[in-house]
């Protein structure tokens, strides 16, 4: 099926580091999303993205919307224990759906 | 917890068997969304349903089927099951079903042997 391109695939970091991830599609969104899932649990919404340029926080985590609209990043800042699981972007293309198309995720440790 | 219930939240079962997979929307949420999310394959789109009518399709295989009932909760029907068909089943809700952010249950954890 469609997908995203997301990297990296993992990162295993120090606590206290930055982090950035990020997403590139060959169709251009009108939305983007990014979500966390931990394990047992579905995916949980961290920002929504919904116009090109867009920059948007949340606490310690930002994302933007590309200018191309065919790609978005997140940035994690002084990362905690807490940060583990695995980073999802979705896109949805269409504005008349609510269809997601995911990425492959990126699973973050992060070591005390 | 986001409000999105799905049951059961583990399914064991052997191929060539049916199974009924159930989703409760968060309130006021009138639109559900299906996902596979298996560990070759990632988060993969199904099917989603608003105010118990189909409005987009994805790759579903033709054994799956799904629908959305008068009380807006959804159930996915999961027949002659093979064994790549162990996967996390989600289920994710929004109020119109256009644009808003999705929000997902817990999912139910399929495993065929």
């Known amino acids: 099926g469609q997908q995203l391109n997301q990297s990296p695939q993992s990162m295993f970091i120090q606590e206290g580091e930055d982090v950035s991830m990020n997403c590139t599609s060959s169709?251009?969104?009108?939305?983007w999303l990014w979500y966390k899932q931990e394990p047992g649990e579905g995916p949980v919404l961290l920002i929504a993205?919904?116009?090109?340029?867009e920059l948007t926080s949340n606490g310690r985590l930002t994302a933007q919307f590309g200018i191309t609209r065919k790609d978005s990043f997140l940035n994690i800042s002084a990362s905690i224990p807490s940060d583990v699981g695995i980073y999802f972007c979705?896109?949805?293309?269409?504005?008349?759906?609510?269809?997601?198309?995911f990425g492959q995720g990126t699973t973050l440790q992060v070591k005390p | 917890d986001s409000g999105v219930t799905q049951t059961p939240k583990h399914l064991i079962t052997a191929t060539g068997q049916r199974v009924t997979l159930r989703c409760s929307p968060r309130?006021?949420?009138?639109?559900v969304y299906w996902y596979q999310q298996s560990l070759d394959q990632g988060l993969q789109f199904l099917i989603q349903?608003?105010?118990?009518?189909?409005?987009a399709k994805g790759n579903i295989l033709e054994r799956f089927s799904a629908q959305q009932f008068p009380d807006l909760h959804s159930e996915l029907n999961l027949s002659s099951l093979e064994l790549g068909d162990s996967a996390l089943y989600f289920c994710?809700?929004?109020?119109?079903?256009?644009?808003?952010?999705?929000?997902f249950g817990d999912g139910t954890r399929l495993s065929i042997l």
């Open positions: 994710a809700s929004t109020k119109t079903g256009e644009g808003e952010p999705q929000h």
């Open positions: 169709s251009i969104f009108n939305t």
């Open positions: 993205l919904y116009k090109a340029g």
């Open positions: 979705a896109g949805r293309a269409s504005s008349n759906t609510g269809k997601l198309i």
């Open positions: 309130s006021g949420d009138l639109s």
């Open positions: 349903y608003y105010n118990g009518e189909e409005r």
